[in-house]
């Protein structure tokens, strides 16, 4: 299950937790006996492998297997928590200002923006904004333009936007339009990637315009002095920022790592599975097995394994951002299947173990809707529109400068691109308290007191081994002191089997990460004097620089190790090759065949490229001055040329060293 989370650049880990236990799976329905897992209607059939969770058809049974039980099915449920995340020790905004905020109402009639230039992307997300109530309401205040001194600020291009958009009377100016013209023009100063009269995608404009807000509250409440989880208690992620939490959990001894990270909205995977915005959250949340090319090196018993991987949500936001991924590569890449979605929704089945939030389930209302209308799924071009909610219940469709009035049917029947909820009962942040700081305080001074007392240096085992040539590599590659060579069709299977070893105890877990003692908020690192990088080199310049020789070093050491691997599959290669061709000598000299190199070239052009994975070509003929391809120096292409005689052409064969499939020859037209 490939999905992404969209996290800020400056988002960071708010807190790591490792322990031994059983992994907390999170149940992504909850089971009734006899009553089917999807539809809850009465059902004889289950699962022959766990038996716990009942089906009425193949259809629910599928389904539900897609969405998460594949890779819950026979695990235990039940586990140990995670602990909670670390909290700021103070917040940029108080928190009684955020609840007045989100008592803020939306307006009562929604007026058209022109289009002023490739513009429908910007629009749409001013009129998200504009019916984003607290955010609204904090920019119509315009705190931040009164004391401003910089000459191209977003905030005071967004401020001034809102003041000239609560001068219009809903009465009186009822079809009257407004252009952001100053926001269009200036709009690379929210995001450099951003430019003026250029399409853009609505995703990242809105993203870039939430992000220079929240930049502008951090330098105005002195952001150098901040540590990074204080930075991001502005107002903007106090309203839209939630935390995730990540696990892994190995198979074998147990060992888990719990992570959290801050985010803005959430990306959702479309995927043939899913068909509703609930179903879209399981996939999100379901537990995910590690593919064998991505495996996880366990804490615990130091093998690699396929791990389980689930996410979750910690601390749902106020305002919840809702991104559906409906854009893949190639120019046909848009995916126009319909998600279903309501007015309201419930985060319950989304929520951690653990958290405080789910024993009373975060409730939102939707008050925006923005839709991306193409032509024949094509992603390179198209226009959004957007769907909002005033106070009163009644949705408007706001297409530039044009306003309507349309029924709710009308939207729930939309192909939705992004959905924009705002909680009922709102979350309040807190703070660490007294006893909370004295304790991270004295757990500081305890890990710096058991903290070594300085790096060590580089010795003789850190030295790099003897560089050998290549060419004294190709040229022997079986000798005996060649440290090139092996099997050719040797199976390493066993280097990384995630079968543990009968004879070999898995090691204890190690201890959880410790805080710098130099109180900036951060992680210690190992061997730092019970400090994180920055303070241990303030502190200790000298054995900071003799630290990152060595990590230097051994990141020389294993570049060069690397390296050299790709040269032993390269000789390999070549010794195949060589095999091959001395194979084919008797059978070209019984049939009295001579052939010369000729400096004409053939092209050949395979026709069914795909079902070939080869990375060399090689001629079935010989050539008494065996010219062959260097298997080191050429590159894998598709579109190969090779040396071959002029009245040889209709005759000669191309074969691919793996596999030895024939291709067309593009000059006589056989095979």
């Known amino acids: 299950l490939s999905l992404s989370l969209s996290a800020p650049p400056s ?64 695990r235990d449920h039940l586990g140990v928590e995670p602990k909670a995340p670390v909290k700021p020790r103070r917040l940029l905004v108080d928190p009684a200002h955020i609840s007045k905020l989100m008592e803020a109402k939306r307006p009562t009639v929604a007026f058209g923006l022109n289009n002023v230039g490739n513009t429908c992307y910007l629009n749409s997300c001013l009129q998200c904004l504009a019916f984003s109530a607290p955010l609204h309401e904090m920019l119509s205040k315009a705190d931040h333009s009164n004391s401003c001194v910089q000459l191209a600020c977003a905030q005071c291009l967004l401020e001034d936007h809102f003041r000239k958009l609560d001068d219009l009377d809903p009465e009186e100016d009822e079809d009257d339009t407004l252009a952001p013209t100053a926001i269009a023009r200036g709009i690379s100063a929210f995001s450099p990637d951003l430019a003026a009269g250029r399409q853009e995608d609505f995703h990242e404009a809105l993203r870039s315009i939430l992000m ?40 074998k001894c147990d060992y888990s790592l719990s992570n959290y990270e801050s985010f803005l909205d959430l990306s959702l995977e479309i995927s043939d599975a899913t068909d509703t915005l609930n179903e879209m959250l399981e996939a999100f949340t379901c537990p995910e097995r590690l593919d064998k090319s991505n495996k996880y090196k366990c804490g615990g018993c130091s093998r690699e394994v396929r791990a389980l991987k689930q996410f979750s949500i910690y601390n749902a936001p106020n305002m919840l951002l809702v991104h559906l991924k409906r854009f893949r590569p190639g120019f046909f890449g848009k995916v126009n299947k319909f998600i279903e979605f309501g007015t309201s929704l419930e985060l319950q089945l989304c929520l951690s173990r653990g958290c405080v939030e789910r024993q009373a389930s975060p409730e939102y209302d939707l008050y925006a809707v923005v839709v991306h209308i193409d032509m024949y799924n094509i992603s390179s071009f198209g226009h959004y529109v957007c769907y909002v909610r005033t ?13 309507t009035n349309v029924p709710e049917e009308e939207v729930l029947k939309q192909n939705a691109y992004m959905l924009l909820y705002k909680r009922r009962v709102p979350r309040v942040w807190e703070v660490m308290t007294e006893a909370e700081v004295a304790e991270e305080a004295e757990h500081a001074a305890s890990a710096a007191g058991t903290a070594s007392a300085s790096a060590a240096a580089s010795g003789d085992d850190d030295m790099l081994p003897p560089r050998r040539s290549l060419s004294a590599a190709l040229a022997d590659p079986t000798s005996a002191d060649s440290c090139f ?34 109180g900036c908020g951060f992680f210690a690192g190992e061997d730092q004097q019970g400090m994180c990088s920055k303070c241990f080199t303030t502190a200790f310049p000298d054995l900071a620089k003799a630290a990152a020789a060595v990590k230097a070093t051994q990141q020389a050491a294993k570049a060069r190790a690397e390296k050299e691997e790709k040269i032993r599959k390269a000789v390999r290669l070549a010794q195949k090759q060589r095999d091959a061709v001395a194979a084919a000598k008797p059978k070209q000299q019984a049939s009295g065949t001579s ?32 010219c062959l391809p260097s298997p080191v120096f050429s590159r894998p292409r598709l579109d190969a040329t090779i040396p071959a005689p002029v009245e040889a052409r209709k005759s000669t064969r191309i074969a691919m060293v793996r596999c030895n499939i024939k291709h067309w020859d593009s000059v006589s037209g056989k095979k």
Not at 494 to 501: K, L, Q
Request: glycine share 8%.
């Open 391 to 403: 106070e009163s219940g009644d949705w408007f469709l706001t297409n530039d400068a044009s306003v």
């Open 485 to 518: 060579y092996d099997e050719i069709d040797g199976d390493d299977d066993d280097v990384n089997s995630d079968d543990p070893s009968p004879s070999a105890d898995p090691p204890a877990a190690p201890a959880g990460p410790q805080m710098c003692n130099g």
């Open 212 to 251: 220079s807000v929240h930049h502008a509250g951090v330098q105005q409440g002195k952001g150098d002095a901040l540590s990074p989880r204080e930075q991001e208690t502005t107002t903007v992620y106090q309203l839209f920022g939630g935390t995730m939490l990540s696990q892994l959990m190995c198979p």
């Open 595 to 626: 052939m010369k190199r000729v400096p004409t070239r053939v092209r050949v052009v395979p026709m069914e490229p795909r079902s070939c994975f080869c990375m060399l070509l090689f001629a079935e003929w010989w050539c008494p001055n065996d």
């Open 11 to 74: 988002s960071f880990f708010l807190s790591t937790h490792t322990e031994r236990g059983l992994f907390p799976i999170m149940a992504l329905r909850e089971t009734v006996a006899w009553r089917c897992a999807r539809c809850y209607q009465k059902a004889k059939n289950r699962c022959s492998k766990c038996g716990e969770r009942y089906y009425c058809s193949p259809y629910c049974q599928k389904k539900d297997w897609e969405l998460g039980h594949k890779h819950a099915c026979g």
